[in-house]
């Protein structure tokens, strides 16, 4: 891995991280699937708070910032058993503790606050509604600020940057492609309601299937040869491939990046807040992380 001077307030690119998801399968083969941008799980199973049934609080009641996220999924967020100095609880699910980029930065943020981070899991698709409904007071799950996001609420400066790849079956046809246009006429499948999804349309000639609610679904479908090719995030390789040894990481001239989006991970905050914002931003600004402190939690995910 290219080695980067540590730098206070800049968010860090999956570019990065490219040699680090080439490690051995020992070092960061632990990696677990993962979510839209996807759960290693169905996050509305596995004790997922429903987005409707609780009441709405104020930001920071009770001296808690209950943070949105899925918990299931790396290296974003993760669901354990153990209470380390690198968890934080989560809320409704006794002996479950939540790890990850997500929980690192949820930490800093609470601490701005002089508040104790709580993770609060969600499906995907709740997290949203659950923020704009006061059941949350902000989302740190890995989400890109979209447009049509950017509508309902508002987001940080970004705390990390990256991009997208594809996966294949290693004996299928498209696995010695060099570019998307030898992937023409292949059924290409995304995650719902999110970039894992909609980079497909960056791709011409395929057919570009109904997306799925989960990565753990899309990895289902190539594996059972039930579409072609399907997204995923690229500094996730290594688990991903530790974990369905069948599949292969399409690469176009060395790198397994492929879509030339940059996809940055930002703070979901209600609008209206805009002191909180900037407080936020302030905290993302000072957190300090550089690459060494990334690599760290990519390695110790579960296996």
Not at 114 to 141: R, Y
């Amino acid at each position: 891995m290219k080695n980067t001077p540590s730098t206070q307030g800049r968010a860090y690119s999956r570019r990065d991280f490219l040699k680090l998801s080439g490690l051995t399968a020992l070092s960061i083969g632990g990696m677990t699937v993962l979510t839209a941008c996807g759960p290693s799980t169905e996050t509305k199973d596995s004790g997922a708070t429903d987005a409707k049934s609780d009441t709405a609080s104020s930001f920071g009641e009770g001296g808690k910032l209950r943070v949105g996220m899925e918990v299931a999924y790396p290296p974003y967020n993760w669901q354990s058993s153990e209470a380390t100095d690198d968890t934080i609880p989560v809320e409704g699910l006794d002996g479950a503790y939540a790890d990850g980029i997500d929980i690192f930065v949820a930490k800093k943020v609470a601490a701005a606050f002089g508040l104790e981070a709580v993770a609060v899991k969600l499906a995907w698709s709740g997290l949203i509604e659950a923020l704009n409904a006061g059941q949350i007071d902000c989302i740190i799950a890995g989400m890109t600020p979209t447009d049509e996001r950017k509508q309902s609420i508002d987001f940080s400066d970004p705390y990390f940057i990256g991009h997208y790849g594809l996966l294949v079956k290693k004996d299928s046809p498209y696995a010695s492609a060099t570019s998307f246009a030898d992937f023409a006429g292949a059924s290409v499948l995304g995650q719902k309601d999110t970039l894992l999804d909609t980079v497909i349309d960056e791709i011409d000639g395929v057919n570009h299937m109904t997306p799925v609610d989960s990565v753990p679904a899309q990895l289902s479908h190539v594996n059972q040869g039930a579409c072609d090719a399907i997204t995923y995030n690229v500094e996730n390789r290594g688990g991903l491939l530790a974990a369905n040894p069948d599949l292969v990481a399409i690469q176009f001239d060395g790198s397994y990046q492929l879509f030339p989006d940059e996809v940055s991970c930002n703070v979901g905050l209600k609008k209206g807040q805009d002191d909180v914002l900037k407080k936020i931003n302030d905290a993302i600004a000072a957190m300090g992380a550089d690459d060494s402190t990334w690599e760290t939690i990519i390695a110790r995910q579960p296996a």
